[in-house]
């Protein structure tokens, strides 16, 4: 418990600073000026209340402080004077937040320690996105991707020969004659099977890897994501009682409007149910649709053999297998998706899992006022 709440406090505080970057740009002021200007009182409640500013989106609520605090435009613009690629609020949230802990590294993470460093000199080069110390860092990240792609290179490779081999040594042993009758069936109904998987591998593969390019480009709509839910949903119940699983859908009558781009909303859902049906070996399944505050509630619930405490926190990483006691197949890369798809929609999904007994996906988008 003790670990789950530092976590939480790492992560409210890297919501906080990741805020104040986004302030600071909006109004193009020092990230030291924003803070000042905020005061300790307002950093307090932005930490305090981190996780829930952060289920909102980040634009609202920093025009909601912009107009609370009074900040006015000034003259420091970092981005526009920038003359390599220039990092996210998120990047620079990650930045303070390694440099606030250090600070704070004999004491609790606070406000006190956070407003010790935006008003260091350490600040002054952290803004100046120009900086060798910057892109020293940067440097150091491009080499680290390169060595993460390389692995997944391998990896993927790996991942689609392996079944392809399997796959031929099946077609090969029913067209040479090696088996026949009811034996050549199975065969041939086990690589036909084995094609599926490959294909479906494939499909995800392709996904990821769109994902992942300069070129991929969502189409944002506003949407009634409440019987867009139940459209995508009808067509699993037949796999739901194939496969003899008991399901429990609730979807509200009333109209959730929410921005989704549909292509990947189905997607979501696609590869979640997926990961519960390869995974999960639960015989029970629950989906449930409603209203949290100002966003609208996914939930996806199984009964099957849970994610060890280890897994939970590498569950969204590309290529992470969680094989203890589910099922290996299964690309590493679904749940990647599904939480690339989601911050791309401006939502969040979490994870909580009881070894042995259920696991439960909750995702958040932000709901639209009704026309």
Same mark, same amino acid.
């Given at each position: 418990?003790?670990?789950?709440?530092?976590?939480q406090?790492?992560?409210?505080?890297?919501?906080?600073c990741s805020l104040?970057?986004?302030?600071?740009?909006?109004?193009?002021?020092t990230r030291?000026?924003?803070?000042?200007a905020?005061?300790k009182?307002?950093?307090?409640?932005?930490?305090?209340?981190?996780?829930?500013y952060?289920?909102d @989106?980040?634009?609202?609520?920093?025009?909601d402080?912009? +107009?609370?605090t009074?900040?006015?435009?000034?003259?420091?613009?970092?981005?526009?004077?920038c003359?390599?690629?220039?990092?996210?609020?998120?990047d620079?949230?990650?930045v303070y937040?390694r440099?606030?802990?250090?600070?704070?590294?004999?004491?609790?993470?606070?406000?006190?320690?956070?407003?010790r460093?935006? /008003?260091?000199?350490?600040?002054?080069?952290?803004?100046?996105?120009?900086s060798?110390?910057?892109y020293?860092?940067r440097?150091?990240?491009?080499?680290?991707a390169e060595e993460?792609?390389?692995?997944?290179t391998?990896?993927?490779?790996?991942?689609?020969?392996?079944p392809?081999?399997t796959l031929i040594?099946?077609?090969?042993?029913?067209?040479?004659?090696?088996?026949?009758g009811? +034996?050549?069936?199975?065969?041939?109904e086990t690589?036909r099977?084995k094609?599926h =998987?490959?294909?479906?591998?494939? =499909?995800?593969?392709f996904? #990821?890897?769109?994902?992942?390019s @300069?070129?991929f480009?969502?189409?944002i709509?506003?949407?009634?994501?409440?019987e867009?839910?139940?459209?995508?949903?009808?067509d699993?119940i037949?796999?739901f009682e194939?496969?003899?699983m008991?399901?429990?859908?609730e979807i509200p009558q009333?109209?959730?409007w929410?921005?989704?781009d549909t292509?990947?909303?189905?997607? !979501? #859902? @696609?590869?979640?149910i997926?990961?519960?049906?390869a995974?999960?070996?639960?015989?029970?399944?629950?989906?449930l649709?409603?209203?949290?505050?100002? /966003?609208?509630?996914?939930?996806l619930a199984d009964n099957?053999?849970?994610i060890?405490?280890?897994?939970?926190?590498?569950?969204? +990483?590309?290529?992470y297998?969680c094989d203890k006691g589910?099922s290996?197949?299964?690309s590493?890369?679904?749940l990647?998706?599904?939480?690339?798809?989601?911050?791309?929609?401006?939502g969040?999904?979490?994870?909580?899992? !009881?070894?042995?007994?259920?696991?439960?996906?909750?995702?958040?988008?932000?709901m639209?006022?009704?026309?």
């Amino acid at each position: 418990m003790q670990e789950g709440r530092e976590n939480q406090k790492e992560n409210d505080l890297f919501y906080t600073c990741s805020l104040i970057d986004y302030i600071a740009r909006k109004t193009t002021n020092t990230r030291a000026a924003v803070v000042n200007a905020l005061g300790k009182r307002r950093l307090e409640k932005i930490y305090d209340l981190a996780d829930v500013y952060h289920s909102d @989106n980040i634009d609202r609520v920093s025009d909601d402080f912009i +107009e609370e605090t009074g900040i006015t435009s000034g003259t420091f613009d970092n981005v526009g004077t920038c003359g390599y690629s220039i990092p996210t609020h998120w990047d620079i949230g990650k930045v303070y937040k390694r440099l606030i802990k250090q600070v704070a590294e004999y004491e609790e993470i606070s406000v006190d320690a956070l407003i010790r460093v935006y /008003n260091s000199f350490l600040s002054e080069k952290i803004d100046d996105y120009n900086s060798s110390v910057y892109y020293e860092n940067r440097l150091s990240t491009v080499r680290q991707a390169e060595e993460t792609n390389r692995q997944l290179t391998t990896s993927l490779f790996h991942d689609v020969r392996t079944p392809l081999t399997t796959l031929i040594g099946y077609l090969d042993a029913a067209h040479k004659g090696i088996v026949t009758g009811e +034996e050549r069936d199975a065969y041939v109904e086990t690589a036909r099977q084995k094609a599926h =998987d490959l294909k479906e591998y494939i =499909d995800i593969l392709f996904d #990821w890897f769109k994902l992942n390019s @300069n070129e991929f480009a969502m189409e944002i709509h506003r949407v009634e994501a409440a019987e867009l839910t139940r459209k995508l949903l009808i067509d699993w119940i037949p796999i739901f009682e194939d496969k003899q699983m008991e399901y429990h859908i609730e979807i509200p009558q009333q109209p959730f409007w929410v921005k989704l781009d549909t292509d990947g909303y189905m997607r !979501i #859902w @696609n590869n979640l149910i997926q990961n519960v049906l390869a995974h999960s070996h639960g015989d029970k399944i629950e989906i449930l649709l409603s209203k949290q505050e100002k /966003n609208m509630k996914l939930v996806l619930a199984d009964n099957g053999v849970g994610i060890e405490k280890e897994d939970l926190k590498h569950i969204f +990483e590309r290529l992470y297998k969680c094989d203890k006691g589910r099922s290996e197949k299964g690309s590493g890369l679904g749940l990647s998706i599904v939480h690339q798809l989601v911050e791309k929609m401006d939502g969040t999904i979490t994870v909580e899992s !009881i070894c042995r007994k259920e696991t439960t996906f909750t995702m958040l988008f932000p709901m639209e006022h009704e026309r």
